[in-house]
């Protein structure tokens, strides 16, 4: 069984265009993170959802626009694709109990070109 | 600021032992976590140490010293297909601030 899975795996895209990435866990978490994995593989915090609730937003252009219609869905739509939007998306997943934090699980990530 | 440090390349024969540093100074601390992450692949779970000391999982251990803001990732037996990045990340409150990782090449 997939634990964390995320669609399309790959996603080629032309500027200026809308694109989506969906994002689904099945293991029970209440806390959903999109994470941008640049080429010099730095891996960098977007989002986070809480129980469908907005928590973290890391000055993310507007551009990027997460919805999480209930707590086991975060989905990322990015509006004006530009070059330097070309990355790695990981979705995650985790527990969290008060201000603690436990181990993330990531899905497979999805590889963003923009040409 | 948040400041996370590790070597960006290290090298290892088949067999040895390496370890792997990572050195931090955040605003908030709540754990220190340790992925894998194999190339093309997502990030997986090693290890979290969120009191000082030596945590073992098998091959891989990890230690932590929060005074010093400092943290090791032990190796043994070290086989070919742990040949990874392995990053090291700080739990601060609800989010994990992660290092620019460091890739380990095993030899046989």
């Known amino acids: 069984d997939t634990a964390v899975s995320q669609t399309p795996k790959y996603l080629v895209t032309q500027m200026g265009n809308d694109k989506s990435i969906k994002c689904e866990q099945n293991l029970g978490h209440d806390t959903m993170y999109w994470y941008k994995q640049d080429s010099k593989k730095f891996l960098k915090i977007m989002f986070s959802?809480?129980?469908?609730?907005?928590?973290i937003n890391e000055t993310v252009p507007n551009r990027f626009s997460p919805k999480s219609p209930d707590k086991a869905h975060l989905n990322l739509h990015i509006n004006s694709l530009e070059l330097g939007d070309s990355a790695v998306y990981f979705c995650?997943?985790?527990?969290?109990?008060?201000?603690?934090?436990?181990?993330?699980?990531f899905g497979p990530g999805t590889r963003l070109t923009v040409t | 600021g948040q400041n996370i440090d590790q070597p960006t390349e290290m090298t290892a024969t088949e067999g040895a032992i390496v370890q792997i540093n990572c050195t931090y100074q955040?605003?908030?601390?709540?754990?220190l976590f340790w992925y894998q992450q194999h190339a093309g692949e997502a990030p997986t779970f090693l290890s979290y140490n969120v009191l000082d000391g030596l945590e073992e999982k098998g091959r891989f251990s990890s230690f932590l010293s929060r005074s010093k803001g400092y943290s090791y990732l032990l190796l043994k037996e070290l086989q070919m297909k742990d040949s990874a990045s392995y990053l090291c990340a700080v739990g601060n409150t609800d989010k994990l601030i992660f290092g620019t990782g460091t890739r380990l090449q095993v030899f046989p």
């Open positions: 959802y809480n129980n469908k609730e907005l928590i």
């Open positions: 995650a997943s985790s527990t969290t109990s008060g201000s603690l934090s436990y181990e993330q699980y």
């Open positions: 955040t605003s908030g601390f709540n754990g």
